[in-house]
Structure formats: C-alpha cells, structure tokens
C-alpha cells in the first residue's frame, strides 16, 4: 500500500538557517503530493502540493519538488522565523489531479515538529 | 476562510464509559468528512470516511462497531468511541471537505485528545 516516510523530529533550528525536513514515499500510480503545516491549537494547514513529477510547489518561502526517479518531496526553506515553529506533514493522496486540497484518502507521514529559537 | 472545528479539544474519560467528538464545518458543507487517528509518533492513520446520510466507510482494521460515526448534517460528524479503553488514548483529527462548487478542496480541524483512563 501507499506509505510515507519523513524524517523524526524534533528538529531546532536558529532563526535565519536553513530547512531541509525529507520525505519520501511509495505509492502506485503517480499520487499528488502535499505539505501540511500544524500550528500549536489550530488544525492541518495545506502548506504547498505538486500534482506531477517535477513540479515544484512553494507557499511562505517553503517550497517542495516532486521528484519521481527517487520518489522524494523534501520540504526546503532558505530562512526560517520562530512563526515557522509548528508540526508539519508530508502526505500524498492517490486520486488524480484537479482536486484543490487533496483526494480521498491522504496517507501521512508521522509528522516532523520543527522549533526555531532566536 | 473555510473553519473545520472539533469538540472537544481534550477529554479525559474513565475505562468502560463512551465519547464523543463532534466535527463542524462551520462555513461550507461538506459531503464527506474524514476521520484521522494518530498515536505518539506514528502516522496520521485513516479511521473511517464518511459521507452525509449514508453509512461511514471504515478502513481495514478498524472496528465499526467500537468507533461510531454519524454524519446527519453537511455540517456536523460525529466520532463516537463507545467502551474505552486505555489503548483508545490517541489523538483524533477530522476534515471536512467542502463540494465541487466550492474548490473541493479538504480543511482539519484542530483534533481531539482522548485520554482513557
């Protein structure tokens, strides 16, 4: 079945460094893939989605490239803020394109908390 | 924008007893709604789809008759944990997705801690 690997948090970052949270996953077909972000007390944000290999999807300063040869959509940001502290998700959903924040089913990763202090 | 928001936030409740937690979606309907758990460090794992009206669609593996689910209105699901038991402490987390003339896309909410003790 469809799976989705991210690497284990917590990670803690100075204000102004750079982020790298990987993700990969495995999955029949070509899934749509998507970052979530979680702010302490609020629910699942969609951070950013690509739909097709090579797509890149960016939002806030983060972006992610969807990359099929080695099934990876690892999120990057050239300078984080401590607003950028929160939980953050990469999932993929299995139904085609043309759905705006996802298909049916979303398979997680199990999440990666990020703090960034100042 | 549009708000998925659930209730409660946090409950504790003693082995034997049910809850539940309710799932609105306070400014759109949703036709189907999803319900999430996830225990510490694990996956966000899919528990059940619902769709208002009909019967929930539970994954493999987990128990329908041990965690209802009810969605009577476009704007309300409800995720009934009957008999609890320890191992029912988790985290659980709603969507709600809004219709094809409304971008058809899903929003969460906040999630629920259940606690069993």
């Known amino acids: 079945g469809d799976s989705v690997t991210q690497m284990e948090g917590p990670v803690t970052l100075s204000e102004e460094a750079f982020l790298t949270i990987n993700c990969t996953y495995t999955?029949?077909?070509?899934?749509?893939l998507f970052w979530y972000v979680q702010y302490p007390g609020e629910g699942l944000q969609l951070l950013l989605k690509?739909?097709?290999?090579?797509d890149k999807g960016s939002n806030k300063g983060f972006e992610a490239t969807y990359r099929k040869e080695t099934t990876s959509f690892h999120l990057e940001k050239g300078s984080v803020q401590v607003s950028d502290s929160a939980v953050y998700f990469c999932?993929?959903?299995?139904?085609?394109?043309?759905?705006?924040?996802?298909?049916?089913?979303?398979?997680f990763g199990t999440g990666t908390q990020l703090k960034v202090e100042l | 924008g549009a708000v998925v928001s659930q209730h409660p936030s946090w409950v504790i409740c003693k082995s034997g007893t049910s809850v539940k937690i309710e799932c609105r979606s306070l400014?759109?309907?949703?036709?189907?709604m999803f319900w999430y758990r996830q225990f510490p460090k694990q996956s966000l794992m899919l528990m059940a789809t619902?769709?208002?009206?009909?019967?929930?669609?539970?994954e493999q593996g987990v128990e329908k008759d041990k965690f209802l689910i009810n969605h009577a209105s476009l704007t309300l699901s409800t995720l009934t944990v009957t008999s609890a038991h320890p191992e029912d402490s988790s985290f659980y987390i709603c969507?709600?997705?809004?219709?094809?003339?409304?971008?058809?896309?899903?929003?969460f909410g906040e999630g629920s801690w259940l606690t069993v003790v």
């Open positions: 969507s709600a997705r809004s219709g094809q003339y409304s971008g058809n896309t899903i929003y």
């Open positions: 999955a029949t077909g070509y899934p749509s």
């Open positions: 690509a739909t097709k290999a090579d």
């Open positions: 999932a993929l959903s299995d139904v085609p394109t043309g759905l705006t924040g996802g298909g049916n089913k979303l398979t």
């Open positions: 400014d759109f309907q949703a036709t189907t």
């Open positions: 619902s769709n208002e009206g009909s019967k929930a669609t539970y």
